[in-house]
């Protein structure tokens, strides 16, 4: 099958005219989703250009809801493309026979899972629906429902339109994916206030404390479940699912076209997932890296320590480094510890912490207690001193644990509108617990059902644990062996916040340029990315052999690039 060439059209001119009225273009975070998920494609900056490009689909992310606009998505899907907009293309609703209907903020959809098993209506943060007039004036296929503020709340008409237009198609979610992704990722605006505590008690974000938690996009009554120990936590990692709908909705428009569209696997051949375990130094006690260094060898794991000042002994960051765990950055912003939320001091603590350590690289940042203020200063500074991924994005009390951001994947988070939501050069790696059977804090029955999701999506099982802790409580090292024990039962490789960095940012520089006819897979920047996978689409066979594999709801052909001995003596 031909590959098929797909253009993301963002009209520049569009976007900068509404951020120069402050409002945020979060479209452009579709570009983000289908790089992690390795998909190729092309920027189309202005909408006349989308004749001259003629992609085979046309994703319209961001683009003018006006008279212009609307004749080339028409011209384009009339002479046989396929166009995938998400919430947008208004100018087009009465030509197609439907009516806009007013935005819904808040709300849940019913789709069809693309990996099979839970059927769970996905929360949302935008959706703007269309309703069909009483005369249609264009066959349409409605796929789901989409419900306001409850996953049982009133239908307001269909997730997914699909219209025949001329030899193509249009195809219009009601829901605003990208930017529903982007409000789960990082928070429903910035962080200028307390958030919203639980009525159950189990999570005062009210303190008094500036966090990341504090502009959660989650539902304290809607969102969570517990566990048979009567643990609450958050249990979807809906903005991971809903990257899934939009990879997967493509995919299959695609082979529909009797086309392929390849993509890469995120982790190398034979891991399905992979486990992170980060420890915060805290009170900085060099009998606790002690202890922790002798469980982390035990366990047979590498982790990442995130120190904060004055930190351990230098004979402690000499014995981190020689049993291979990874160096990090703890950035101390409380004000009850003589933190402090800036700049300058984010730069001088940063400048202590090289010195302190013999100014090995420092590749990763977590905030103390998850400090955060405002949307992207963070990761500005990150930039600033190299730092290449962060992890702040976490649960800060006991009962907001597990999918809190929705999301186990790494990725690039996008900047306010200004600094021209661009994507800042740093991946977070959000964490999903803390010190799990500490007396104050949630128990360990979440361990398996937080592997289990996260196997589901194929993300990060990421656990925090203090080397404090692990020293003190016998009964928190006794959970560190216990998500050792159950993330190895199901494939998981441990995995340091670095080396996921390095693997993340070079398998995005993996580029996908064709596919031969025996289905040779040609890639270009994969040297030296040992055992990275290729899935090829295909029509859906006869009869599934062993050499289909689904992903995203679509049978694959799998080619591994580079392959090592390590990867052959798995499968041996």
């Known amino acids: 099958m031909r590959m098929a060439r797909i253009g993301v059209l963002l009209d520049q001119a569009a976007a900068e005219r509404r951020r120069r009225y402050g409002i945020n273009v979060f479209?452009?975070?579709?570009?983000?989703?289908?790089?992690?998920?390795?998909?190729?494609?092309?920027?189309?900056?202005?909408?006349?250009?989308?004749?001259?490009?003629?992609?085979?689909?046309?994703?319209?992310?961001?683009?003018?809801?006006?008279?212009?606009?609307?004749?080339?998505?028409?011209?384009?899907?009339?002479?046989g493309g396929v166009a995938i907009s998400y919430a947008g293309l208004g100018a087009l609703a009465s030509k197609l026979g439907c009516y806009e209907q007013w935005e819904i903020p808040i709300g849940y959809a019913d789709v069809t899972p693309t990996t099979g098993g839970d059927r769970?209506?996905?929360?949302?943060?935008?959706?703007?629906?269309?309703?069909?007039?009483?005369?249609?004036?264009?066959?349409?296929?409605?796929?789901?429902?989409?419900?306001?503020?409850?996953?049982?709340?009133?239908?307001?008409?269909?997730?997914?339109?699909?219209?025949?237009?001329?030899?193509g198609a249009i195809d219009r979610w009601s829901v605003n994916i990208p930017k529903t992704v982007v409000l789960l990722q990082q928070g429903i605006g910035p962080v200028f206030c307390d958030g919203v505590p639980a009525k159950d008690g189990s999570g005062a974000v009210d303190e008094g404390i500036l966090k990341a938690d504090d502009r959660c996009g989650m539902d304290w009554e809607l969102d969570r479940e517990r566990t048979e120990t009567g643990a609450p936590y958050f249990a979807h990692p809906y903005a991971d699912l809903w990257k899934e709908q939009l990879v997967s909705h493509l995919l299959k428009r695609v082979t529909a076209m009797g086309l392929t569209l390849p993509f890469l696997?995120?982790?190398?051949?034979?891991?399905?997932?992979?486990?992170?375990?980060?420890?915060?130094?805290?009170?900085?006690?060099?009998?606790?890296?002690?202890?922790?260094?002798?469980?982390?060898?035990?366990?047979?794991?590498?982790?990442?320590?995130?120190?904060?000042?004055?930190?351990?002994?230098?004979?402690?960051?000499?014995?981190?480094?020689?049993?291979?765990?990874?160096?990090?950055?703890?950035?101390?912003?409380l004000d009850a510890q003589n933190g402090?939320?800036?700049?300058?001091?984010?730069?001088?603590?940063?400048?202590?912490?090289?010195?302190?350590?013999?100014?090995?690289?420092?590749?990763?940042?977590k905030?103390?207690?998850?400090?955060?203020?405002?949307?992207?200063?963070?990761?500005?500074?990150?930039e600033k001193h190299g730092i290449q991924a962060e992890q702040t994005r976490g649960p800060s009390k006991r009962g907001n644990i597990?999918?809190?951001?929705?999301?186990?994947h790494?990725?690039?988070?996008?900047?306010?509108?200004?600094?021209?939501?661009?994507?800042?050069?740093?991946?977070?790696?959000?964490?999903?617990?803390?010190?799990?059977?500490?007396?104050?804090?949630?128990?360990?029955?979440?361990?398996?059902?937080?592997?289990?999701?996260?196997?589901?999506?194929?993300?990060?099982?990421?656990?925090?644990?203090?080397?404090?802790?692990?020293?003190?409580?016998?009964?928190?090292?006794?959970?560190l062996r216990k998500v050792a024990a159950e993330a190895r039962k199901r494939g998981f490789e441990f995995w340091t916040s670095e080396r996921i960095n390095r693997w993340e940012r070079a398998r995005r520089n993996v580029e996908i340029v064709g596919?031969?006819?025996?289905?040779?897979?040609?890639?270009?920047?994969?040297?030296?990315?040992?055992?990275?996978?290729?899935?090829?689409?295909?029509?859906?066979?006869?009869?599934?052999?062993?050499?289909v594999e689904w992903r995203y709801g679509v049978p694959c052909r799998k080619t591994v690039l580079n392959r090592s001995n390590q990867a052959i003596a798995k499968e041996g």
């Open 515 to 547: 596919v031969e006819a025996d289905g040779t897979v040609q890639a270009r920047g994969a040297d030296g990315l040992n055992d990275a996978v290729v899935y090829v689409p295909i029509a859906e066979p006869a009869d599934v052999d062993a050499g």
């Open 340 to 365: 402090r939320w800036g700049e300058d001091e984010f730069d001088r603590q940063f400048k202590w912490l090289k010195e302190a350590t013999g100014d090995v690289p420092i590749v990763s940042n």
């Open 120 to 167: 769970r209506p996905l929360r949302f943060l935008s959706a703007v629906p269309w309703v069909e007039a009483e005369q249609a004036t264009h066959p349409v296929a409605g796929v789901g429902t989409i419900r306001k503020e409850r996953p049982d709340g009133e239908a307001a008409g269909p997730a997914l339109q699909r219209f025949a237009v001329g030899d």
């Open 27 to 79: 479209e452009t975070f579709v570009g983000e989703v289908l790089a992690h998920a390795g998909i190729p494609f092309e920027w189309i900056r202005r909408t006349e250009l989308v004749e001259e490009s003629k992609p085979d689909v046309l994703v319209v992310a961001f683009a003018e809801e006006d008279a212009a606009t609307a004749e080339t998505i028409w011209n384009y899907a009339e002479r």
């Open 367 to 382: 905030n103390h207690y998850t400090r955060m203020e405002g949307w992207g200063e963070l990761f500005a500074w990150c």
């Open 402 to 408: 597990g999918f809190l951001f929705g999301t186990c």
């Open 265 to 333: 696997g995120f982790w190398p051949d034979g891991v399905p997932a992979v486990a992170m375990i980060s420890h915060d130094s805290d009170l900085n006690i060099d009998e606790s890296a002690e202890t922790t260094l002798a469980v982390l060898k035990e366990c047979g794991i590498r982790s990442t320590w995130c120190m904060i000042e004055p930190g351990y002994s230098p004979c402690i960051y000499e014995q981190v480094k020689r049993d291979g765990h990874e160096l990090a950055f703890h950035y101390n912003a």
């Open 410 to 479: 790494p990725f690039f988070p996008i900047s306010w509108f200004d600094d021209g939501n661009r994507s800042y050069d740093v991946i977070e790696i959000s964490f999903l617990t803390q010190d799990l059977d500490h007396s104050l804090l949630a128990d360990s029955s979440v361990v398996v059902p937080f592997l289990e999701q996260v196997a589901r999506v194929r993300g990060v099982a990421h656990f925090l644990f203090h080397q404090v802790h692990i020293h003190q409580q016998p009964a928190v090292t006794a959970a």
